[in-house]
């Protein structure tokens, strides 16, 4: 099943990537540290429990001490956006990227290596 990605990204350091797979019934997430010595945890959720952590993080990542500059939305329905994190502080973009998210995660996405 295909995946949908979010990145976010801070000067002179490696993204933080959390990776979501849509399953049956859940969601399984990988999130990776940028510093890439940590590794990277690894949990399931169900899919309302997924869109309740999305949504949170969309809350939490502009308050953040240490913000993020940027984050990328790569989902497995369309392209590649990426935004500021103090544009998440817009409640109509936080509600976009979450629709947006949503859908890609909603387990109808068939991928085709074939144009």
């Known amino acids: ?3 949908t990605m979010i990145c976010l ?10 990776i979501m797979t ?3 019934d859940s969601v399984h997430f990988t999130y990776r540290d940028g510093d890439r010595k940590k ?9 309302d429990e997924a869109s309740s952590y999305v949504y949170e993080l969309f809350i939490s990542l502009p308050r953040d001490a240490d913000p993020f500059e940027f ?3 790569i989902p497995c329905t369309g392209p590649s956006i990426l935004y500021h994190i103090w544009e998440l502080e817009e409640d109509n973009l936080k509600d976009i990227i979450h629709d947006q998210i949503s859908r890609s995660l909603c387990g109808n996405v068939v991928y085709s290596a074939s144009a």
Do not use: A, H
């Open 22 to 24: 849509p399953e049956e």
């Open 1 to 3: 099943m295909p995946s």
């Open 9 to 18: 990204q801070r000067k002179n350091r490696g993204d933080d990537v959390i």
């Open 39 to 47: 590794g990277s945890y690894k949990f399931t959720l169900s899919r």
């Open 71 to 73: 984050i990328q939305v």
